[in-house]
C-alpha cells in the first residue's frame, strides 16, 4: 500500500528558509511524476512544483527561483527546499505522486506558516 507522509513544516520568519521531505512507502520507483501542492486558508490547492522520473521539474510562477524539488529515490524521498519565504507562501503543502497505472496519491499534508 502506498503512503505519502510529509514533514518539515513549521514556523519560519521573514526572509527564511523551510525544507520538507515526502517519504513514499511502497516504493517511489513506481512513480513517474511527483510534486508538491498547497492551500492557503480560503483559497483553492494550486501546483508548486513537479519533478518526474528523467528529474525534469516544473514550477508555478509564484515560486520559481525560490523553491527547489528533489527526489532521491534511493531514500524514497521527495524534497522541496523552500527560500526566501514570503506572507504568501503560508499554507498546508501536500505532497502528490502519479504512478505507472495512472493512480494518483496525496499525502495529508504539512503546515507552513510565515512568521513577520
Known amino acids: 500500500q502506498v503512503q505519502l507522509v510529509e514533514s518539515g513544516g513549521g514556523l519560519v520568519e521573514a526572509g527564511g528558509s523551510l525544507k520538507l521531505s515526502c517519504a513514499v512507502s511502497?516504493?517511489?520507483?513506481?512513480?513517474?511524476?511527483m510534486g508538491w501542492y498547497r492551500q492557503a486558508p480560503g483559497k483553492q490547492r494550486e501546483l508548486v512544483a513537479t519533478i518526474s522520473t528523467g528529474d525534469s521539474t516544473n514550477y508555478s510562477g509564484s515560486v520559481k527561483g525560490r523553491f527547489t524539488i528533489s527526489r532521491d529515490n534511493a531514500k524514497n524521498t521527495v524534497y522541496l527546499q523552500m527560500n526566501s519565504l514570503k506572507p504568501e507562501d503560508t499554507a498546508v503543502y501536500y505532497c502528490?505522486?502519479?504512478?505507472?497505472?495512472?493512480?494518483?496519491?496525496w499525502g495529508k499534508g504539512t503546515l507552513v506558516t510565515y512568521s513577520s
Open positions: 502528490h505522486a502519479y504512478d505507472t497505472q495512472g493512480i494518483n496519491y
Open positions: 511502497g516504493g517511489i520507483a513506481r512513480m513517474t511524476t
